[in-house]
């Protein structure tokens, strides 16, 4: 074990020193010049404002604990930190301010508290744990964060944040070993303006963090529940483009855009602006992107507009047209009165004024898109003819013909009717007819059959048309 204190400024020019156990720092300098570095088979501790002046290397096999009050180095602008054990962690009450810091030989490195790395952060094939914490890169030259295979973990509103400046894309290589390694990194291509991005790879199902994957837009048919991503504008406000990194055949190969939950707490489209298959990783791109009001992002599948109610039309006041929706398997329809049916794809429609129904299409994919058709009540009437007078009605109680009406019979309010059965007997008589027969003789239901209707219209007490024909019930 080596400390020192105040008492003892420590210098090495050209050779190394050696510490077993730990290495304590208490009130003093210790200053590594370059040619020279300092291993450390254990701890370093840094307390009472001891600090560290670094112009080359610094090696140490367990935990970095500073204590002192202070960034850990005077040294500007050069040194490396080497952490070189197995698990290790960056630890104790103050945050350290590394210059170049390099994971290396094997564990997990854990960030015990937010880290600031001034230059280079090298990550090697290595996990540096942070928890809920952040790691910060603050220079934002684009080599500054660099891996073969290893990454950066978190929870929460931790991660890997990076200071950018450049046309160009950044590398943010983010994982979790929480439930087996996985590394799916992002790339994030910003402008020349000062900005700052933090990201976190959530090894979770989003809906476990409060973002319910069943809260979702139309025509987005599912989203990933293995994994989703945390992408953070902490600085700045121009468009970037994202890149998000996938492995099709571990994730599943039927992911073919990227949601972003919103405000409005549900899932919406980013969406994806291109897709590429390729190795090792499959990319989609999401292209000048600027909403940051959420940080949540995923994998999902989504489909083009499925759904088709129908061509907008016209009827006549209170005729009966159906209506024919198609594209999926499941249909539900809105508003419910002036139809047969609200789950069905051809419900019967009959309305007094102009109606716009929509409907709610599903497919087997478990994909929901809506489309509307608008069908205009027309109540215009065609001078020089007459009542438009129907042959049937059917009253079932189904709202669909279920009373016999005379269309334009308004424009001719002096009229009388009369109902004769197959015998020629009245079942029905009336003067001024509303509109309001419904297959009845004296409030009972007249059997099914041809009946044989008489219609005549008078103007100043003289008769001046006669319509005549059958009308047939049918149930």
């Known amino acids: 074990m080596k400390q020192f204190s105040s008492l003892f400024i420590f210098t090495v020019l050209i050779l190394s020193l050696s510490a077993q156990d730990f290495l304590s720092n208490n009130s003093g300098l210790v200053s590594i010049k370059?040619?020279?570095?300092?291993?450390?088979?254990g701890d370093i501790y840094i307390e009472n404002?001891?600090?560290?002046?670094?112009?080359?290397?610094?090696?140490?096999?367990?935990?970095?604990?500073?204590?002192?009050?202070?960034?850990?180095?005077?040294?500007?602008?050069?040194?490396?930190?080497?952490?070189?054990?197995?698990?290790?962690?960056?630890?104790?009450?103050?945050?350290?301010?590394?210059?170049?810091?390099?994971?290396?030989?094997?564990?997990?490195?854990?960030?015990?508290?937010?880290?600031?790395?001034?230059?280079?952060?090298?990550?090697?094939?290595?996990?540096?744990?942070?928890?809920?914490?952040?790691?910060?890169?603050?220079?934002?030259?684009?080599?500054?964060?660099?891996?073969?295979?290893?990454?950066?973990?978190?929870?929460?509103?931790?991660?890997?944040?990076?200071?950018?400046?450049?046309?160009?894309?950044?590398?943010?290589?983010?994982?979790?070993?929480?439930?087996?390694?996985?590394?799916?990194?992002?790339?994030?291509?910003?402008?020349?303006?000062?900005?700052?991005?933090?990201?976190?790879?959530?090894?979770?199902?989003?809906?476990?963090?409060?973002?319910?994957?069943?809260?979702?837009?139309?025509?987005?048919?599912?989203?990933?529940?293995?994994?989703?991503?945390?992408?953070?504008?902490?600085?700045?406000?121009?468009?970037?483009?994202?890149?998000?990194?996938?492995?099709?055949?571990?994730?599943?190969?039927?992911w073919n855009d990227i949601v972003h939950w919103k405000t409005v707490q549900e899932w919406q489209q980013a969406p994806a602006d291109s897709q590429f298959v390729a190795t090792p990783w499959d990319i989609l791109d999401v292209y000048d992107w600027n909403d940051f009001s959420t940080p949540n992002y995923a994998l999902a599948f989504t489909k083009p507009s499925f759904a088709d109610a129908g061509n907008d039309t016209t009827i006549y006041l209170l005729d009966t047209i159906q209506l024919n929706a198609t594209g999926g398997t499941f249909y539900t329809w809105e508003p419910a009165y002036p139809i047969s049916c609200t789950d069905c794809p051809d419900p019967l429609f009959w309305h007094d004024s102009t109606a716009t129904m929509w409907v709610l299409v599903e497919d087997d994919d478990n994909c929901k898109d809506i489309d509307s058709v608008t069908v205009t009540v027309d109540e215009r009437f065609i001078d020089g003819e007459g009542p438009f007078i129907p042959s049937g009605i059917s009253p079932n109680g189904d709202g669909v013909n279920d009373?016999?009406?005379?269309?334009?019979?308004?424009?001719?309010?002096?009229?009388?009717?009369?109902?004769?059965?197959?015998?020629?007997?009245?079942?029905?008589?009336?003067?001024?007819?509303?509109?309001?027969?419904?297959?009845?003789?004296?409030?009972?239901?007249?059997?099914e059959g041809t009946y044989y209707y008489i219609l005549r219209i008078f103007e100043n007490g003289e008769q001046t048309q006669n319509f005549t024909g059958p009308i047939t019930i049918i149930e």
């Open 34 to 41: 370059d040619g020279a570095f300092l291993s450390v088979q």
């Open 49 to 254: 404002n001891g600090v560290f002046d670094n112009s080359d290397s610094i090696f140490f096999t367990n935990d970095w604990i500073n204590n002192a009050g202070n960034t850990g180095f005077s040294s500007i602008g050069e040194g490396y930190v080497y952490l070189i054990g197995d698990d290790q962690r960056i630890r104790g009450i103050d945050e350290t301010h590394f210059h170049n810091l390099l994971l290396r030989i094997s564990g997990i490195k854990y960030g015990d508290l937010d880290v600031y790395v001034d230059s280079l952060l090298d990550l090697a094939f290595l996990e540096m744990n942070m928890d809920t914490h952040v790691v910060y890169v603050t220079n934002p030259t684009l080599t500054n964060v660099v891996n073969s295979t290893g990454f950066v973990s978190s929870l929460e509103s931790g991660g890997l944040s990076r200071v950018t400046n450049q046309e160009a894309a950044y590398f943010f290589p983010v994982g979790s070993s929480v439930f087996g390694t996985i590394y799916r990194p992002l790339e994030i291509t910003t402008t020349s303006a000062p900005q700052t991005y933090r990201a976190r790879f959530a090894d979770i199902d989003a809906t476990f963090e409060g973002f319910d994957r069943d809260e979702r837009a139309l025509l987005i048919c599912d989203i990933n529940d293995k994994y989703y991503h945390r992408i953070w504008q902490d600085m700045g406000s121009d468009s970037v483009d994202v890149r998000f990194f996938y492995d099709a055949t571990a994730d599943g190969t039927q």
């Open 403 to 447: 009373f016999w009406y005379i269309r334009w019979l308004y424009r001719f309010p002096d009229n009388e009717v009369t109902i004769l059965n197959r015998w020629e007997d009245v079942v029905y008589k009336t003067d001024d007819y509303q509109n309001d027969w419904y297959g009845t003789w004296k409030g009972n239901e007249l059997p």
